[in-house]
């Protein structure tokens, strides 16, 4: 609260009686404090602290440990709390707002999901009150999974997502390879091969990384620049690499379609069977019975709709 806030509310709750005393209008009793002070009796320092813990915790995204860190009690000025014990209150605000929220809802309401960036699912509850159309937010997941097993609905799954986890499972038949190529770009970043890189081609040395495989394509797409020929590895690892750029090129042709508007979950299906014949390692997570399938009797029975 600003100080103008402060001030108003205590004239509100307080009058100015003789010797610079304030009695409260609710109990009685008179205080001899500064207008600024006089708020104080309304709030709880014990759960002010916390309120502050959990605010800071929950906004910037941080664990719970964070409060156990003697780094971070030293730079707070709150008082010092432990995991555990915020843990327990956020549990017990959880129970509250969750309690607040059933006591505001009717006997008529209803559902309305929303999907952020393609990657996080919100669940509001939409009812009417005193003629306002009111949305809560009861839950919010970075995958539509938490909300069809809490919602007890079948669901069809990112087929992208489960792509990436199928080219990853593969690459790890060739970590070896991988892992030649990318101390070979390692060796490119240096200035001194950098430079005589620059004489071939205007492409950066790639390294990957582990969000997705789309850049462990690039960086063996970038291993058939003539340049770096003289460091390649020996020739039958140099052969094991040619090969699997020829894999990747079909996985990135894969992804490329599975990115089109137009594409059907029959179309995804045909595309997933295809890659799993070619490539059987990929069954484990491509197959229509794939245990990272949530509803697998839904999905087949949506591509069989779908083709007729």
Not at 20 to 29: A, I, L, P, S
Not at 111 to 138: D, I, M, P, R
Not at 173 to 192: D, G, H, Q
Not at 252 to 275: C, I, M, N, P
Request: proline letters at 4%; one cysteine or more; aromatic letters at 10%.
């Amino acid at each position: 609260m600003n100080a103008a806030r402060n001030h108003d509310l205590s004239r509100f709750f307080f009058a100015v009686s003789a010797d610079h005393y304030h009695m409260c209008y609710y109990c009685g009793t008179q205080h001899r404090l500064d207008r600024s002070q006089l708020l104080d009796f309304f709030a709880n320092p014990a759960a002010s602290n916390m309120y502050q813990w959990i605010e800071w915790i929950a906004s910037r995204n941080m664990p719970l440990s964070e409060v156990d860190d003697p780094l971070t009690r030293s730079m707070s000025k709150l008082k010092a709390v432990c995991s555990k014990t915020l843990k327990r209150y956020m549990s017990l605000l959880m129970t509250a707002v969750e309690a607040q929220i059933s006591a505001e809802m009717p006997g008529l309401y209803g559902y309305k999901s929303t999907l952020y960036l393609e990657n996080c699912v919100a669940l509001y509850g939409v009812y009417w009150q005193k003629g306002q159309l009111k949305l809560v937010l009861l839950a919010i997941a970075p995958m539509e999974e938490a909300i069809a097993i809490l919602l007890n609905v079948p669901l069809i799954g990112c087929a992208s997502h489960r792509f990436n986890l199928a080219v990853n499972s593969y690459l790890s038949y060739y970590k070896t390879e991988v892992e030649a190529v990318s101390a070979l770009m390692a060796a490119l970043r240096t200035i001194n091969y950098r430079a005589a890189l620059l004489k071939y081609t205007s492409l950066s040395p790639r390294r990957p990384n582990a969000t997705g495989w789309s850049s462990t394509f690039e960086m063996v797409a970038r291993y058939r620049v003539d340049a770096v020929f003289d460091l390649t590895p020996k020739a039958t690892t140099h052969r094991q690499i040619e090969a699997l750029l020829e894999d990747l090129r079909v996985f990135q042709s894969v992804t490329l379609k599975l990115q089109l508007e137009a594409l059907t979950l029959a179309d995804v299906r045909a595309l997933f069977d295809s890659v799993a014949e070619r490539f059987p390692s990929t069954k484990a997570k491509l197959s229509a019975t794939a245990p990272i399938v949530h509803s697998p009797a839904f999905e087949v029975a949506t591509v069989k709709l779908i083709g007729n």
